[in-house]
C-alpha cells in the first residue's frame, strides 16, 4: 500500500526566513509526485509534478525537488501570502484501472509579517 | 480558458432536502474525482469516474450518488441532506496517472 508522510505538521516563519517542507514516500513504483498549495476554503491549487529522482522545478519562491525516498519543497525568502497547507500526493503504480491519489496530511505553512 | 467549475460555492439548506452539487470541467479529462474535506482535515475520496457512464465509491463511505452521462460534467447528488452531510465537496480530474486539477468547492451547510 502506498502511503505518503509530510512534516512538519505545523511550520511558522518569519518573513523572508527560509526552510524546507518534507514529503516521504513510500511506493510499489513513482509514476510521479505532485505538490499542491491550498487556501483555506477553497480547492487545491497545483505546483508542480516531479517524475524521477534528481529533478528539480522551480515558481517564484518555491523550489520542488526529488530524490527516492522523499521530496523537498524549499521556500525562499517566504512573504506572508505564501501561508497555506501545503499537500503532496502519489499516483498508484500497479493500476488495475486505479488512479487514486495517496495524499499526505499537509503541512500548515504561516508567514508572519 | 481550460478549467474546471463548481456550483454552487456555498450552500444552507434544511434537513431532508435535496441536493445536487455541480461540476464541469473544459479540460476532456475523461477522470473526475469528488472529495470531502472537513477544515483543516485531510481530503477524503467519496466518489469517481474513469469515463462516461463509469463510476465507482470511494474510500469514504457517503450517502451521496453521482452520474457521469457527460465526459464534462459529473454531479453529485443527495437525496436527503442531513447535517452530518455538513463539509466541503471538492471536484476534481485527471488526464491518466497525470495530477488532478480540482475546482473551488461547494461549502454545504445542513441546518
Known amino acids: 500500500e502506498d502511503q505518503v508522510t509530510q512534516s512538519p505538521e505545523a511550520l511558522r516563519l518569519q518573513e523572508g526566513e527560509s526552510s524546507s517542507l518534507n514529503c516521504s514516500y513510500t511506493?510499489?513504483?513513482?509514476?510521479?509526485l505532485f505538490w499542491y498549495r491550498q487556501d483555506p476554503g477553497k480547492g487545491p491549487e497545483f505546483l508542480f509534478t516531479?517524475?524521477?529522482a534528481g529533478e528539480e522545478k522551480e515558481k517564484e519562491r518555491l523550489k520542488a525537488t526529488l530524490t527516492k525516498k522523499e521530496s523537498f519543497l524549499h521556500i525562499t525568502a517566504p512573504k506572508p501570502e505564501d501561508s497555506a497547507t501545503y499537500l503532496c500526493?502519489?499516483?498508484?503504480?500497479?493500476?488495475?484501472?486505479?488512479?487514486?491519489?495517496?495524499f499526505g496530511k499537509g503541512t500548515k505553512l504561516s508567514v508572519i509579517p | 480558458e481550460a478549467d474546471i467549475y463548481q456550483t454552487p460555492r456555498y450552500l444552507v439548506i434544511g434537513t431532508g432536502k435535496k441536493i445536487t452539487l455541480e461540476c464541469s470541467q473544459t479540460?476532456?479529462?475523461?477522470?473526475m474525482y469528488w472529495y470531502q474535506q472537513d477544515p483543516g482535515m485531510e481530503l477524503h475520496l467519496i466518489h469517481y469516474s474513469y469515463g462516461v457512464n463509469s463510476t465507482e465509491k470511494g474510500d469514504l463511505s457517503s450517502e451521496s450518488t453521482v452520474s457521469r452521462i457527460r465526459t464534462e460534467h459529473f454531479p453529485l447528488t443527495l437525496e436527503s441532506a442531513r447535517p452530518s452531510h455538513t463539509s466541503q465537496y471538492l471536484c476534481?480530474?485527471?488526464?491518466?496517472?497525470?495530477?488532478?486539477?480540482f475546482g473551488p468547492g461547494t461549502r454545504l451547510t445542513v441546518l
Open positions: 476534481a480530474s485527471s488526464e491518466s496517472y497525470n495530477e488532478q486539477f
Open positions: 479540460m476532456g479529462h475523461d477522470k
Open positions: 511506493v510499489s513504483g513513482l509514476r510521479g
Open positions: 516531479l517524475y524521477s
Open positions: 500526493a502519489v499516483p498508484p503504480y500497479s493500476g488495475a484501472g486505479s488512479y487514486q491519489l495517496t
